[in-house]
C-alpha cells in the first residue's frame, strides 16, 4: 500500500477512541501506533521513527499543548495535529502557533482529517525530493572540483559544447563520473530548466529498453494495461542521458538511428507518429572502435552520437584529487552514520592515498564507506579492508612511517609521499616508466621527487 511506510502515534487517553482511529487509519494504509499519555508519547519517539502524531488536546498529566512544545524543544521532525472535542478554539490555535500543523474536531466525519493526514504526506513527501535534489546538487557540485590539469580542461570543453544542442558522447571506465558529467552539461545549457532524464542500457532487456524508450499504447503486449509514456517523449525540450550505449543490440540501435535523425516516435502498438525535441547524451566504457570493427555497433550511430566526444580520465591518472575525495567521503558517511573517526591505521591510510583504484569514484566511495561501516570506538584498522586488498597489502606490505602529532599536515603528506614512491621502486626495481605511470606523472616530476626526497 501507497502509505504503508508512513507511520502514525495515535495519543488519547481514551483507549476506545484510539481503537477506532486506529482501524479507520489502517484502512487508509498507514502504519499505526497508540498509546495512552504524552510520556508514552514521548518514549515512543524516541525508539521508533514516527511521521505524523495526532494527539487530544486535553489528557490528564500532560495535555496535547504540553506534548507539542516537547516535541518542538526537542527538534523532532515529526509534524503534529491537534485533537479536541471541546470545540476550545483559542488553545487549539495556540496550539497552531506553537507548530501544530493543524487541528480538527473529535467525533466530526473523519473525512476532514484524512485530508489533513494526506496533505502532512504530500508535504512530507515533497520536503524528501527538495532533500535529495540538494544533495544530488551538492554531490555533483563536489564531485566536478579537481585539481587536475587535464580533467579541468574537460570540464571547460564540456562547458562549451553545453552551450549548443549537439549530440554528446562520454569515454570512461565505470565509475570515472560519467552520469554527474552528464547532468553539468545539462545544466550548464539553455534546457536547464527542462527535464534531465537517465537511462543505464544495459540493465535492461532489449524488450524492456524498447518500452521505457519509446513508451507503449495500451494493449500493446501482454502486461500493458494503459499507455505509457516513455524516455523519448519525458524528455521532450529537455535532456536524455543514455549511459552504456554500448550495450544496446543491433536492432535498437537502428531506431535509436532513426529517432536521432527524424526526431520523431512511434510508440510499441502505436500508429501515430509524435514529435521529440530533446538533447541526446551518450556514454560507454566501451571501446566502440573495436565494437564496430566486430560490426557489434553501427557506424552511422556512432557518427550521430559523437558530434563531441569527451574522454573522461579514471581516477589513477588523477592521483592529485584522491585525497580530497577520501575527505569528502569520510565527512559523508560520518555524518550519515553519526559516527566519529579518530584515528586510521598507517596501513589503511597510505593504501586509501596510493590505491590505483580500477573502480574508479565509485570504488573509492564503496571502500570509505566500508570502513565507516565497521568502524568500532572511532578507529579505522588494516582488517577493515575489503579482503582482496588485504591480501595485497600483506603480499607487498608497506613501510611504517613514525607518525608525529607534531607534524604540519603538509610535512606528514610529504612522509606518506615518500614513503610510497620508496615502495613503488621496491616493487617495481629498474623501471622508472612503471613507477611514473602509477603515480600519474611524468619521469621528470618523478626524476625531481627523487631529488627531493633523497632517494636513489
Same mark, same amino acid.
Given at each position: ?21 486506529r ?9 499505526? $501506533? ?19 502524531? $495526532? ?17 518542538k ?6 509534524? %503534529? ?18 507548530g ?30 527538495? +532533500? ?16 587536475n ?7 571547460d ?6 552551450q ?5 558522447l ?8 560519467k ?12 534546457? +536547464? ?43 521532450d ?21 532513426? %529517432? ?18 530533446? +538533447? ?28 563531441? %566526444? ?7 591518472? +588523477? ?81 611504517? %612511517? ?36 602509477? $603515480? ?9 621527487? $627523487? ?6
Amino acid at each position: 500500500m501507497k502509505n504503508a511506510t508512513f507511520t502514525i502515534l495515535i495519543v488519547d487517553d481514551e483507549q476506545d477512541y484510539c481503537d477506532v482511529m486506529r482501524m479507520i487509519l489502517t484502512r487508509e494504509g498507514y502504519r499505526v $501506533l497508540t498509546c495512552n499519555s504524552g510520556h508514552t508519547a514521548l518514549r515512543l519517539l524516541k525508539e521508533k521513527q514516527i511521521d505524523l502524531v $495526532l494527539s487530544d488536546l486535553l489528557m490528564p498529566e500532560m495535555d496535547g499543548g504540553e506534548l507539542l512544545r516537547k516535541i518542538k524543544e526537542n527538534n523532532d521532525p515529526v509534524e %503534529v495535529i491537534i485533537m479536541t472535542a471541546y470545540g476550545t478554539i483559542e488553545k487549539a490555535v495556540q496550539a497552531m502557533r506553537d507548530g501544530a500543523f493543524t487541528y480538527v474536531t473529535k467525533g466530526e466525519d473523519p473525512v476532514e482529517l484524512i485530508h489533513e493526514i494526506s496533505r502532512v504526506v504530500e508535504q512530507r513527501k515533497l520536503e524528501k525530493d527538495n +532533500r535529495i535534489l540538494k544533495e544530488k546538487v551538492n554531490k555533483q557540485e563536489y564531485m566536478l572540483e579537481s585539481n587536475n590539469k587535464k580533467y579541468l580542461q574537460l570540464l571547460d570543453l564540456a562547458e562549451r559544447a553545453a552551450q549548443s544542442d549537439a549530440n554528446i558522447l562520454i569515454l570512461g571506465e565505470s565509475g570515472a563520473g560519467k552520469e554527474v558529467l552528464a547532468s553539468y552539461i545539462h545544466q550548464k545549457s539553455a534546457r +536547464r530548466d527542462e527535464s534531465f532524464l537517465e537511462l543505464n542500457c544495459q540493465a535492461l532487456s532489449e524488450s524492456i529498453l524498447e518500452s521505457e524508450l519509446f513508451g507503449h499504447e495500451k494493449g500493446a503486449f501482454t502486461g500493458a494495461f494503459q499507455k505509457r509514456i516513455g524516455l523519448f517523449e519525458g524528455a521532450d525540450q529537455g535532456t536524455l542521458f543514455l549511459d552504456e550505449i554500448g550495450g544496446v543490440s543491433l536492432n535498437l540501435q537502428a531506431k535509436l538511428l532513426k %529517432v536521432i535523425e527524424n526526431k520523431r516516435i512511434l510508440r510499441m502498438g502505436g500508429n501515430v507518429s509524435i514529435e521529440v525535441d530533446f +538533447r541526446l547524451i551518450t556514454a560507454t566504457n566501451r571501446n566502440l572502435q573495436a565494437d564496430m570493427d566486430e560490426e557489434h555497433f553501427r557506424r552511422d550511430l556512432f557518427y550521430r552520437i559523437s558530434t563531441i %566526444v569527451l574522454e573522461l580520465p579514471p581516477l589513477r591518472e +588523477r592521483k592529485e584529487d584522491i585525497q580530497m575525495f577520501v575527505e569528502y567521503f569520510f565527512r559523508k558517511y560520518q555524518m550519515e552514520m553519526k559516527k566519529n573517526i579518530t584515528s586510521i591505521s598507517q596501513n589503511v591510510e597510505m593504501f586509501l592515498l596510493g590505491y590505483d583504484y580500477p573502480g574508479n569514484i565509485r570504488e573509492l566511495k564503496n571502500i570509505v564507506e566500508r570502513l565507516v561501516v565497521l568502524s568500532e570506538d572511532g578507529k579505522i584498522k588494516d582488517e577493515y579492508l575489503p579482503t582482496d586488498i588485504l591480501k595485497s597489502l600483506d603480499r607487498n606490505k608497506v613501510i611504517e %612511517v613514525p607518525f608525529n602529532y607534531e607534524m604540519t599536515l603538509k610535512e606528514h603528506r610529504s612522509s606518506l609521499e615518500r614513503e610510497y614512491i620508496k615502495n613503488l621502486i621496491l616493487k617495481y626495481p629498474g623501471d622508472m616508466n612503471k613507477v611514473a605511470d602509477v $603515480l600519474g606523472i611524468t619521469r621528470r616530476q618523478l626524476f625531481n621527487k $627523487l631529488v627531493e626526497y633523497e632517494l636513489k
